[in-house]
């Protein structure tokens, strides 16, 4: 390994090694499905295949800086090491992270070969893979390396102690982690990983995604900074014409689980909106493979259920706490753990709402109610809520649905920043049920504006490139020093 200087080289030489281990690994690859020959176990034994890694040493003569920013600090001496993937992609967030670090401390850095080898199926492109589903996984994974779930987990970011003396974690997730994810966020959202960005909005309906797109086209040479529209399925829109939409309505879209859609900007600092569907086992499935792309933040935007009589149709809820009875994170995030509610997010959304609905006082606080959002993993809640009703007095509860205490926990466990403004759809407590005519009016008044205040809130978020985002509510003890 050679000690490096700056954030440049850092990434350069992690590009290098990575670069050379997915070339020999398609080679052997290449070799072993058109001719036969495996490779020579001397070159995995070598470690021909292995991921780049970055080893950090801080060895200071006193105590360390009194920097209090929620990211790119050390707070103990020690060796923090992470294996990296894809650097290339990765290289804005990197420099992100080194540059602060060795600006303000005095470290010695190297770049070297891990010990963890890069899984067969994670550098193989699905062109390039024609003729592997007949070799069976078994065989494969006598030769190469295949994905070990033993391997694969959130230790860190769940705060698993690690042991004194040894060595450190300098990030969150390492290449195996963010490897798996990548590949996962393709199957599910049918976009590549590469055109997600920053600031992602999260919704629970599809029409959202029509109010959403229509949008988009309409800032698409208009100006803006926006660059592209890309959707599921490969379309991607650069100049919208007249058939733009129903092109996006005729994309396979459908064949996915969690539809992406992506208004893309210079930096990725765009806008991503997903539909997740319903039910917090969706919600807790994107947010695990999301967070390993690191984005600004992520907002929920969908419809609930009002608790409250004085609620209208129509109405908005601002979520400032969370009864969590989704069970989806109880094993790694106990529910008695409090979820706090962000002001840097909290503030943007109000504004934005205030901006879109063109409402303010006594008028806006009418139509955005703040309070508690039960979420729950039981759809027909209503069938028992004679055993429920008193833990949702008891939390002071204003609204019901089944994904936002899942996007809140997660983001608070995977440190990203969260937020939630759902929509009143019906009141079941009080005999206002969603009837399909109803339904229906509500659906064309309402989206329109609920899409665009969740737009509006990431806008404003994105105005200053995310800086206030960086909460250090989120941050552990011991946090590793990558945020």
Not at 100 to 125: C, F, H, K, N, Q
Not at 355 to 363: D, F, L, N, W
Request: include cysteine; charge should be negative; glycine fraction near 6%.
């Amino acid at each position: 390994m050679s000690k490096l200087t700056t954030p440049e080289a850092v990434i350069d030489a992690l590009e290098k090694i990575y670069h050379e281990a997915v070339e020999a690994q398609s080679a052997a690859l290449h070799d072993f499905l058109h001719k036969g020959t495996a490779p020579d176990p001397k070159l995995r034994k070598s470690g021909a295949f292995c991921y780049p890694q970055i080893r950090m040493v801080y060895d200071p003569d006193g105590p360390p800086p009194p920097i209090s920013r929620s990211y790119g600090r050390v707070s103990e001496p020690g060796t923090y090491v992470t294996t990296i993937t894809r650097p290339d992609f990765f290289r804005p967030y990197l420099l992100e992270q080194l540059t602060p670090l060795m600006r303000d401390y005095d470290l010695d850095i190297t770049v070297g070969r891990s010990t963890s080898e890069i899984p067969y199926a994670y550098v193989w492109e699905q062109g390039q893979a024609a003729g592997l589903e007949e070799i069976s996984p078994a065989e494969l994974a006598r030769h190469f390396p295949s994905p070990d779930l033993a391997e694969i987990g959130d230790e860190v970011a769940d705060g698993e102690l690690y042991e004194p003396y040894t060595e450190h974690p300098l990030a969150l997730f390492d290449a195996l982690r963010t490897d798996f994810s990548l590949k996962r966020l393709q199957h599910y959202t049918g976009t590549p990983v590469d055109h997600f960005q920053h600031y992602v909005l999260f919704t629970n309906y599809h029409r959202y995604v029509d109010a959403f797109c229509d949008w988009a086209l309409e800032q698409l040479g208009n100006g803006a900074h926006y660059t592209s529209l890309s959707v599921p399925g490969g379309l991607e829109i650069s100049e919208p014409t007249e058939t733009s939409r129903a092109e996006i309505d005729a994309s396979p879209w459908r064949r996915f689980q969690m539809p992406a859609y992506h208004l893309r900007a210079g930096d990725n600092a765009g806008i991503t909106l997903v539909n997740i569907g319903v039910g917090p086992s969706n919600a807790k499935t994107i947010t695990d493979h999301l967070a390993v792309l690191r984005p600004q933040c992520w907002l929920m935007v969908g419809h609930c259920g009002g608790l409250r009589h004085s609620q209208a149709i129509g109405d908005y809820v601002l979520a400032h706490a969370y009864l969590r009875e989704d069970h989806v994170l109880d094993s790694v995030l106990p529910p008695e753990i409090p979820i706090p509610a962000l002001a840097e997010i909290q503030i943007a959304l109000q504004e934005a709402a205030a901006h879109v609905t063109g409402e303010s006082g006594k008028t806006l606080k009418k139509r955005l109610r703040t309070g508690t959002v039960v979420t729950t993993d039981d759809r027909n809640w209503e069938l028992r809520f004679s055993a429920s009703a008193l833990r949702f007095n008891k939390s002071r509860a204003i609204a019901i649905d089944m994904e936002s205490a899942t996007i809140a926990a997660n983001g608070y466990r995977l440190r990203v920043p969260y937020g939630v403004l759902l929509c009143v759809s019906d009141k079941p407590l009080h005999g206002e049920i969603k009837l399909p005519g109803a339904a229906n009016r509500f659906y064309e008044r309402a989206i329109g504006e609920h899409i665009r205040i969740g737009i509006d809130t990431l806008q404003r978020l994105a105005a200053d490139k995310g800086t206030k985002l960086h909460s250090r509510k989120l941050r552990s003890f011991d946090e590793p020093p990558f945020r």
